[in-house]
C-alpha cells in the first residue's frame, strides 16, 4: 500500500508540473484569436502567480484542517476544472476569471505534497518527484503542439490537459484511505500544533535565510530560464534557433541532474547536496563569463542547470530536520510564496538591466544571486547547528 501512495504521488508531481509550461506554448494561438496585445501574457501569469502566493501561504492551515490527501485531491480538480474553463472561454476577461482558481489550486498542493514527501520519505524521492515535475512540464508543450498541429486548436490542448487532471482527481479521491493510513509522530505533531501566522513563521531561528534562500534559488532558475536564449543571441552572436536549441539544454541539465541526484542522496545530506549545486552552479557561471567563445556557453548553461537540480529538493527536504515537524508545513508553505514572489519579481528586474545596460550582465545577475542563495543557505545552517 505504502508503494501504491507513492507511485500516486509521482503521478502528482507529473501533474503539477503539465500545466505550467501550458500558457507559453500556447499564447502566440491565443493573444490573435482575443484581439489582445501579445504582452497580455503577463496578466493572466501575474494572476495564477498572485493565487499560488496565496494558496502557499495558506497550505499550513489547509493541511491542518484537511490533510494532504484531500488537499492534493481538490487542488487538481481546481486545476482541471480551470483548464477546461480555459479550454471554453470566449473572451480574455474570462481567461482572467479562470487564472484565479489555476493559481490557487497550485500553491497548496505544492506545498502540502513537498511537505508529505519531505516528512515521511528519503531524500532521493524528493530529487526523482522534482524530476517527474520536469517530465510534466515537457510534456503539455507537446500535448499543446499535438492539438495545434492537428488542427484542433489551443483549445483542445487545454482540454487535454484537463481531462488527464480530471482522471488523476478520481484517483486521488479513491486514494484518500491510503493517506490516512500512513500515520507517524510527525503526523500526531503536526495536528496537535495550532497554525502560525506569516509573523511567527518569520520570527522562528532561521526561518528568514531559508525563505531568502529559496527566494534567491527561484530568481536564479527562471531568470537563467528566461534569459539564457537572448543573451547567447545577443551578446554571443548565436542564431535564434541555435540559440534556442542551446537554451534547452539548461532544462535538460535540471531534469537529467535530478534524476542523478536522487542516487547521490543516499550517501549525501541534504546540506552537502545543496552545497554541491551551488559549486557546480558557480562553475558554470564562470565558463560564460571566461571568454571561452561561443560554442563554451551551452557547456555553462548545462551545468548551471545540473547545479540547479539537486537545490530546491533538498532544500524542501531539510526543513523538517532544521524546523521540526510540528513547524515544517508552515515552513515549506512560506518557502513556496517566496519562490514565487522570486519568480515574479527578479526576471523581469534583468530585463530592464538587459534593456537599459547590456544583456551581457547576464552571468554577472546569476552571480550576485548565487552569493546570496549560498550567504543565506549558510546562515540557514548556522542557525540550525547543521554544521556539515
Excluded at 220 to 241: F, K, P
Excluded at 253 to 262: F, Y
Amino acid at each position: 500500500m505504502i508503494h501504491l501512495l507513492l507511485a500516486i504521488i509521482y503521478l502528482s508531481f507529473i501533474s503539477l508540473g503539465l500545466p505550467d509550461s501550458l500558457l507559453g506554448s500556447a499564447w502566440p494561438s491565443m493573444y490573435g484569436a482575443f484581439g489582445v496585445p501579445v504582452s497580455y501574457a503577463g496578466i493572466l501569469s501575474t494572476i495564477i502567480a498572485v493565487g499560488t502566493v496565496v494558496s502557499s501561504l495558506q497550505s499550513d492551515r489547509l493541511t491542518r484542517t484537511l490533510g494532504t490527501g484531500k488537499v492534493t485531491a481538490i487542488s487538481v480538480a481546481m486545476t482541471a476544472i480551470a483548464l477546461f474553463g480555459f479550454s471554453v472561454s470566449p473572451s480574455f476577461w474570462m481567461l482572467c476569471l479562470w487564472a484565479v482558481p489555476y493559481g490557487l489550486g497550485a500553491g497548496s498542493v505544492d506545498a502540502s505534497l513537498n511537505n508529505y514527501v519531505a516528512l515521511h520519505y528519503a531524500s532521493r524521492h524528493m530529487s526523482w518527484l522534482h524530476c517527474m515535475w520536469g517530465v510534466g512540464a515537457s510534456i503539455g508543450p507537446y500535448i499543446m503542439g499535438y492539438a495545434l498541429t492537428h488542427a484542433k486548436g489551443w483549445q483542445m490542448g487545454y482540454r487535454y490537459i484537463a481531462f488527464l487532471q480530471i482522471a488523476l482527481t478520481v484517483v486521488l479521491f479513491f486514494s484518500l484511505p491510503l493517506w490516512k493510513k500512513r500515520s507517524s509522530t510527525e503526523d500526531a505533531a503536526q495536528k496537535e500544533a495550532k497554525p502560525l501566522t506569516l509573523r511567527q513563521i518569520a520570527a522562528i531561528p532561521g526561518a528568514k535565510s531559508v525563505m531568502i534562500t529559496f527566494f534567491a534559488y527561484c530568481a536564479l532558475e527562471q531568470t537563467a530560464g528566461l534569459w539564457a536564449s537572448s543573451y547567447l543571441v545577443l551578446h554571443r552572436g548565436l542564431s535564434a534557433e541555435t540559440a534556442a536549441e542551446f537554451a534547452a539544454l539548461f532544462y535538460i541539465g535540471i531534469t537529467v541532474g535530478r534524476a542523478l541526484s536522487g542516487f547521490l542522496t543516499i550517501k549525501l545530506s541534504d546540506v552537502s547536496m545543496i552545497r554541491l549545486g551551488l559549486s557546480i552552479i558557480l562553475v558554470g557561471i564562470v565558463v560564460l563569463l571566461l571568454p571561452f567563445g561561443g560554442m563554451a556557453a551551452p557547456v555553462g548553461l548545462v551545468l548551471i542547470g545540473l547545479g540547479c537540480a539537486p537545490v530546491y529538493p533538498c532544500i524542501i527536504h531539510s526543513t523538517p530536520e532544521h524546523f521540526g515537524a510540528d513547524k515544517s508545513q508552515a515552513i515549506i508553505g512560506v518557502q513556496m510564496a517566496c519562490a514565487y514572489v522570486g519568480t515574479c519579481l527578479m526576471p523581469p528586474l534583468f530585463g530592464l538591466i538587459a534593456n537599459h545596460i547590456h544583456v551581457a550582465l547576464f552571468p554577472v545577475y546569476l552571480l550576485l544571486l548565487l552569493i546570496l542563495m549560498a550567504a543565506m543557505h549558510e546562515a540557514l545552517v548556522r542557525v540550525c547547528g547543521k554544521k556539515q
